[in-house]
């Protein structure tokens, strides 16, 4: 069973910061990708930032230049740093995982519960 947990999310006013953790345990054999996406509401979701098992990162043209994704492979976490928050990036934040979850290749996603991002003064 994989779970991927987040923490970190919050109430935070513009121009401030916050940054997102998503650990990711159980039973799978590598992580290929793992990234951020979001959901306001009446929104589609959508990818905010995505980092791959080679470091190759890629992010939505809303946040380029404000977040930053990065990982640790020892703790198979993923982290969120989000700074210039603006009332626009208010929204449920959701881990996702693409992982490697047999020994012939067969791969699976994962999602996190969320976790609620609101940018407010």
């Known amino acids: 069973q994989v779970q991927l947990v987040e923490s970190g999310g919050g109430l935070v006013q513009p121009g401030g910061s916050l940054r997102l953790s998503c650990a990711t345990s159980?039973?799978?054999?590598?992580?290929?990708?793992m990234g951020w996406y979001r959901q306001a509401p009446g929104k589609q979701r959508e990818l905010v930032a995505r980092i791959t098992s080679g470091g190759r990162t890629n992010y939505a043209d809303s946040v380029k230049g404000r977040f930053t994704i990065s990982r640790d492979n020892a703790k198979n976490t993923v982290y969120l740093q989000m700074n210039s928050l603006k009332p626009e990036d208010t929204a449920v934040y959701y881990c996702?995982?693409?992982?490697?979850?047999?020994?012939?290749?067969?791969?699976?996603?994962?999602w996190g519960q969320g976790t609620q991002v609101t940018v407010s003064s």
């Open positions: 159980g039973s799978f054999f590598s992580i290929n990708a």
């Open positions: 996702h995982a693409d992982l490697t979850i047999t020994n012939w290749g067969k791969t699976d996603d994962y």
